[in-house]
């Protein structure tokens, strides 16, 4: 595999960097351009970006599909909703502190059992321990709540250390525009952070055991130690994005812990094309809105998602990023 | 001691449900390395048009026992129909990812998942199939002071008789040799003039036989709902990672282990009867990667 991940030779860090800039400046500009509702859905979107992100780091740059990162979103969101109804905490800081390193344990003590496998056990395994958490959230309902899960109130929530809350008249609507902007802030925060570790050493020694785990390991790389730091990271910023969701959506059930919906991450990621480092960022903004509008026009919108990805998996394997990349290429060329 | 009774039929009822599901599974996996994430879809499918089938036919058969025959006879063709549409699936959709990564199987096998889900949902509704007729012709036989439906005895009966032929099959015939051969070494089976396209074709549709006679059973004991692939498919998962991928007689034992597990779990600690399955099946997959009976 001889693939150029982010940045292809001759590209500035300059580029990259007026490029982001370009697109955050697009996305602060936009709740004012468009209606609540499209905001709402920016920021399903974004959130779902960093749970692809997230998840993308052990798929695209560690080599392991991990079939059970509901896990780790779900673990997020049902901390907030504990750290919320019984600590009776609103800060929200507190609440992705409390969840994200809730999480960094879930993912650290699965992590450490997965990584002894890799391909097809590596995803059996994160499978049935991600299971294992749904069939708890599922059973244990005078904690859980069962099906019907925890409501999460965003009205008893506080932004930035109690400075903004949502108390009062008209609170719905200043609660999008505010959560929009605090979740652009953490999106951005997440990909800055997720770039780096992607293009550090360690994220060249992942892809080093991605490429050739034997080479890697002759190298003198700690294969097993890197997938489990790996996965940790993983785990943690999909855990994010289910902090994140669950104040927006007001309710966490079951469903999110569901191995369907790690179906779902993985689905978005690949969409967007995990071979690129903003493939995840455009295929989760991508599917957010593919699945809305599927909903929202027939009954039968597993079928047409289903249908999308046997011929993206047929047609387009590299995803939506990987095939504009190529044509662009193509193009670029054929003008010279 | 009758409710003990009681369970263990239960254990063995379920047992063999288990083991027409995991069986095809592992059958599919051990012949073409694909782990079918739509196996589960293929269950429910054929539960759903055993039940429809059964209860179109169930107002106009002869009563009495020569009826109740018919109908029993009119169960697998919910089994044929997912058999069919196996041998639709594999040249279509499989065959051109056999060169490509496991990532791409179980994602083309998660988006087949979503479109046989609405697919059915939208052949037969939202309302639950039943062919629960059946059922209530067969009657219930005493078992102690309490009684016991003879269908579930007859669905045992079957999971046995499924062992037995399927065994027969792949370790007595012709068929079965060159299906072993082909799961072994598919180029030294392709260079020795062996069909491996077709070979493949029949080992997928005999998986989905064995999953769609696993919904057929099922229906009449328990009505056919949306999600019901979703739910059996990672109880499917757990029986062969405890058995082992690709083993026959792995998916029996890991049947036999999950069936009573989850019974005891249910009348003994129902709380985490779920979760403890899904950590026996982590646990045996950490010991024993390739499960109690698998080859490396």
Not at chain 2, 110 to 136: H, N, Q, W
Request: aromatic share 12%.
């Amino acid at each position: 595999m001889t693939m150029v991940m982010a940045v292809p030779a001759g590209t500035s860090i300059w580029r990259i960097i007026i490029g982001s800039a370009i697109v955050l400046v697009i996305l602060a500009i936009l709740p004012r351009l468009v209606d609540p509702y499209q905001t709402v859905l920016l920021t399903y979107g974004l959130i779902m970006a960093i749970a692809a992100l997230g998840f993308n780091l052990l798929l695209g740059y560690t080599g392991l599909l991990s079939f059970g990162h509901s896990a780790y979103f779900g673990a997020g969101a049902y901390l907030v909703a504990f750290i919320m109804r019984d600590f009776g905490a609103h800060s929200m800081e507190l609440c992705i502190v409390g969840g994200m390193l809730g999480t960094l344990i879930i993912a650290a003590i699965f992590g450490f059992v997965c990584v002894r496998h890799t391909r097809i056990f590596f995803g059996i395994l994160t499978l049935a321990l991600s299971q294992v958490l749904w069939s708890l959230a599922f059973k244990f309902f005078w904690v859980t709540g069962g099906t019907d899960g925890i409501r999460v109130p965003y009205a008893n929530l506080t932004l930035l250390g109690g400075l903004v809350d949502f108390k009062g008249a008209g609170s719905f609507q200043r609660f999008i525009y505010a959560y929009y902007y605090y979740v652009l802030a953490l999106f951005a925060v997440s990909t800055i952070i997720i770039w780096v570790i992607a293009h550090s050493p360690f994220g060249k020694a992942l892809q080093a055991i991605r490429d050739n785990e034997t080479r890697a390991r002759f190298v003198g790389i700690s294969v097993r130690r890197y997938r489990w730091i790996a996965f940790m990271i993983s785990g943690t910023f999909t855990g994010l994005a289910g902090i994140l969701w669950v104040p927006l959506n007001g309710l966490t059930t079951p469903d999110i812990l569901y191995w369907p919906f790690s179906g779902e991450i993985v689905f978005m990621t690949v969409l967007g094309g995990f071979r690129s480092f903003t493939g995840p960022i455009v295929g989760a903004m991508a599917f957010n809105y593919l699945k809305t509008y599927a909903i929202a026009s027939t009954e039968y919108w597993q079928l047409l998602l289903g249908v999308v990805l046997v011929i993206l998996v047929m047609a387009l394997p590299v995803g939506i990023v990987g095939t504009t990349t190529r044509l662009a290429a193509k193009l670029g060329r054929s003008t010279k | 001691m009758t409710i003990f009774v009681i369970q263990v039929l239960n254990s063995f009822f379920y047992a063999a449900v288990l083991f027409l599901i995991a069986a095809g599974l592992s059958l599919i996996y051990g012949v073409m390395r694909i782990v079918n994430l739509a196996h589960g879809s293929l269950y429910a499918l054929g539960a759903y048009v055993s039940a429809w089938i059964v209860g179109s036919a169930v107002g106009r058969a002869v009563e009495g026992n020569f009826g109740l025959a018919g109908v029993l006879l009119l169960l697998p063709l919910g089994a044929i129909a997912v058999a069919a549409v196996g041998a639709l699936i594999e040249p279509t959709l499989l065959r051109p990812l056999y060169r490509r990564s496991e990532e791409y199987h179980l994602l083309v096998t998660f988006g087949l998942l979503m479109i046989l889900e609405d697919v059915m949902k939208l052949l037969f509704g939202r309302t639950p199939l039943s062919a629960g007729a059946i059922m209530d012709q067969m009657g219930s036989i005493p078992v102690g002071r309490l009684i016991y439906p003879t269908y579930n005895l007859f669905v045992v009966a079957v999971g046995i008789a499924a062992a037995i032929g399927l065994w027969a099959f792949i370790y007595r015939t012709k068929f079965g040799v060159i299906l072993r051969a082909t799961s072994q070494d598919r180029r030294m089976a392709a260079a020795l003039g062996i069909n491996v396209s077709r070979v493949y074709v029949q080992a997928f549709a005999i998986g989905c036989f064995m999953a769609g006679l696993g919904g057929a059973v099922v229906v009449p004991a328990q009505a056919a709902v949306l999600g019901l692939g979703i739910e059996v498919l990672i109880l499917a998962f757990v029986v062969v990672v405890i058995g082992g991928l690709g083993s026959l007689q792995g998916a029996l034992v890991g049947a036999l282990i999950v069936a009573f597990v989850r019974t005891a779990g249910i009348q003994f600690f129902p709380e985490i009867e779920l979760a403890v399955l899904y950590l026996i099946a982590a646990a045996v997959l950490l010991v024993r990667p390739t499960g109690l009976f698998g080859r490396a």
